[in-house]
């Protein structure tokens, strides 16, 4: 397996290093100018005429600065109908839903930082799983996403979107100390200056973070350093990035209903208390772009250890459920486009074709059941070579001056290898898919413009499960699943843009699956579930009353639905949330100080197939007070200000507690809302 892993690691490199030189060769400097160097500061942007679709958009750091965050992954949610939470630790990637999905923790929507993919296949805790705590969200330059999978140069995972994170190449020199309720600290440095004929950014973040638990200290410790140089190339701006993190936690896992009404815990205690993680990432990346050619490489070393028990003491009344995933892994891959335009007779016409390479070697992707973190026996060990290719091509047509059009194809060929500790288990698979992303915009008034688009979208199954012929745990035969899976979208959308006042998108949409996704934790694999479908209706508004006052309101709603029967299940799909509203109010002053108030809430979710149980709907409300003096800036936030009781998350399934029947007990289980916390800054810049 060594020399295969090796070989194939090779063969991928020598492949693709011709054609990401190329460009430097090839590029033709008449048919290329320098990119003007353009800053995205907010939503005040006018995508009139740029955007191809309702619910795109481009997010600027500005924005990012001017709303508390409790966590780095709620970054996300800056997107329109975008919902981050979490039921573990602050080390464990985040549980994301949007468009009537449970995302799990990244399953259907993809994510980039500077063209590396962020979702994990094959992972250990889940398929696709997107950590985002490496990210730094002062050096973030912008945030380019897209819902629904209508653009070519996005593949696994985009059935519901993707996003793409932009880092700065400059940035200020600063420091800025932050301290707040249950032993929060976090100390952020960061700085770029000239360095021969380009520019080297320098950020580095320490944090700690013992969490409002009562029976446990979350003692994060978390690690965060970003080198990135960038020059002028040829035609062209080259940069070099570097990025490591490190962070370990313990965790405070989502608690049965019936544990909290008996007086066995309060809502923040724990019944396992020896849950937690360690997750590391290092990566090291290349780009260099032009008008006419694009390419990255990446090659990036990520490992997670994480040990949780949802269910007590079901499956093992002696020494508990508690278990262990294991995932070590190198990825390494990249990416080339060539963008050109020309004439058609009157047509105006813009092409973009493009290569994608992405090679996983998984050293071991296992779980193990375990008692205090200590391992009793092997559920399942693998190996895992996976490795994909894409060829994408789109093309713009400007029909007149109201009307454009866009045609993409895109096909994806993927290829996986499996050796696991049952012999049964160990394969090979292979398969690819093609897919279709069109386009129709209309600008019938100077403020307006019309879209309609549809798309066909995937996402990869585990690649165990591609290759299992035998349940890990009961030893029963069962059937590989498809290793890609189909879905397709189409969209209604219309926008008004009035720069000095004014900026609204609404877009009616809907998404069909083949197969919903299903982990099952104690098995280590995902399961195919059956075909759905989801429909809603998203409206995005901002409005400037002035320079001083602002305010935006996003809305989504969504109807999900199993498009198969069962005679066992209902026809809900668990976890779907119907409604999602946030809203925001910010107030800058003349003199240098400024307030931000925000909402977020989240409707009631169904938590079974047949709508017997639901959740309760969930409300935040977050506050932030910033004042600048001279080169001094102090800020407060207050988080769930109101002190909402309310859960992050709820599921419901079995569960065993101890004296309770050998069957379980099918209840409501929750991870709480953090309660308020208030948290200083002080940042001082050079």
Do not use: C
Not at 44 to 63: K, R
Not at 89 to 102: D, E, H, I
Not at 162 to 172: P, V, Y
Not at 622 to 630: M, R
């Amino acid at each position: 397996m060594a020399k295969t892993v090796q070989a194939f690691t090779y063969r991928t490199i020598v492949s693709i290093l011709p054609l990401l030189l190329a460009p430097l060769v090839t590029a033709d400097p008449l048919s290329a100018h320098r990119l003007e160097q353009i800053t995205i500061k907010g939503r005040q942007t006018d995508l009139l005429g740029l955007a191809s679709s309702a619910s795109e958009g481009v997010i600027g750091n500005t924005e990012i600065a001017d709303r508390p965050l409790l966590r780095t992954g709620e970054v996300l949610e800056f997107i329109p109908g975008m919902v981050v939470t979490q039921h573990s630790g602050s080390g464990k990637a985040n549980q994301y839903f949007l468009r009537g999905f449970n995302l799990d923790h990244g399953t259907d929507f993809a994510t980039y930082i500077d063209g590396m993919p962020m979702n994990m296949r094959s992972h250990g805790h889940g398929q696709g799983y997107t950590d985002l705590s490496f990210i730094i969200p002062e050096v973030i330059a912008q945030i380019d996403y897209q819902k629904g999978a209508y653009h070519a140069n996005s593949g696994d995972f985009s059935a519901a979107g993707s996003a793409r994170f932009g880092l700065q190449n400059r940035t200020s020199k600063e420091v800025e100390l932050t301290l707040g309720q249950n032993n929060y600290q976090r100390l952020l440095a960061k700085g770029s200056s000239k360095q021969g004929k380009g520019n080297l950014m320098l950020a580095a973040e320490l944090q700690q973070y013992d969490g409002p638990w009562s029976d446990i200290s979350e003692d994060v410790n978390k690690l965060n350093l970003q080198a990135r140089y960038s020059q002028a190339l040829g035609s062209g701006q080259l940069a070099l990035m570097l990025m490591a993190y490190d962070n370990n936690w313990n965790s405070a896992d989502q608690i049965p209903q019936r544990a909290v009404e008996q007086g066995l815990i309060n809502e923040f205690g724990s019944l396992d208390t020896d849950l937690g993680g360690d997750s590391s990432r290092y990566s090291v990346s290349a780009s260099w772009y032009s008008d006419a050619w694009q390419w990255n490489v990446y090659a990036l070393k990520a490992q997670m250890d994480l040990w949780s028990n949802f269910t007590y003491f079901l499956e093992d009344p002696i020494n508990g459920d508690q278990f262990e995933q294991v995932d070590r892994r190198w990825v390494y891959g990249g990416e080339l486009s060539h963008h050109w335009h020309h004439q058609l007779g009157e047509l105006a016409v813009e092409h973009v074709v493009g290569l994608q390479l992405r090679a996983d070697d998984i050293g071991e992707v296992g779980l193990y059941n375990t008692k205090q973190r200590a391992r009793l026996n092997t559920v399942r060990n693998d190996a895992v070579q996976q490795g994909s290719a894409a060829l994408f091509s789109q093309t713009s047509l400007q029909l007149n001056s109201d009307w454009n059009a866009h045609l993409g194809l895109r096909y994806d060929y993927f290829n996986v290898d499996v050796e696991s500790n049952l012999a049964e288990n160990s394969g090979s698979a292979s398969d690819g898919i093609v897919s279709i992303k069109a386009g129709l915009s209309y600008q019938f008034l100077p403020n307006w413009q019309l879209y309609l688009n549809a798309g066909q979208g995937f996402h990869s199954n585990d690649a165990r499960g591609a290759t299992a012929t035998l349940d890990p745990v009961t030893l029963d035969d069962i059937a590989p699943v498809d290793l890609l899976v189909r879905s397709n979208g189409a969209e209604l959308g219309l926008r008004f843009f009035d720069y000095s006042a004014f900026n609204a998108s609404l877009a009616l949409w809907q998404l069909q699956v083949d197969s919903e996704l299903l982990y099952v934790g104690d098995a280590g694999n995902n399961e195919p579930s059956r075909a759905s479908k989801r429909y809603g209706i998203e409206l995005a508004a901002y409005y400037w009353f002035s320079n001083n006052w602002s305010i935006d309101t996003e809305l989504a709603i969504t109807h999900s639905r199993f498009t198969e029967q069962s005679p066992d299940e209902g026809n809900y799909i668990d976890g779907a949330l119907p409604v999602v509203l946030s809203m925001g109010l910010i107030y800058k002053a003349d003199s240098p100080w400024q307030v931000s108030l925000r909402l977020r809430h989240f409707g009631k979710r169904t938590l079974d197939s047949f709508n017997l149980q639901r959740s309760g709907a969930s409300t935040v409300v977050n506050a932030g007070y910033n004042y600048q003096f001279q080169q001094w800036q102090l800020a407060l936030e207050l988080l769930n200000m109101l002190d909402s009781k309310d859960s992050d998350i709820d599921y419901f399934y079995a569960s065993r507690l101890p004296g309770e029947d050998q069957a379980g007990v099918e209840d409501r289980h929750s991870h709480p809302m953090e309660p308020r916390t208030v948290r200083f800054k002080l940042r001082y810049r050079f």
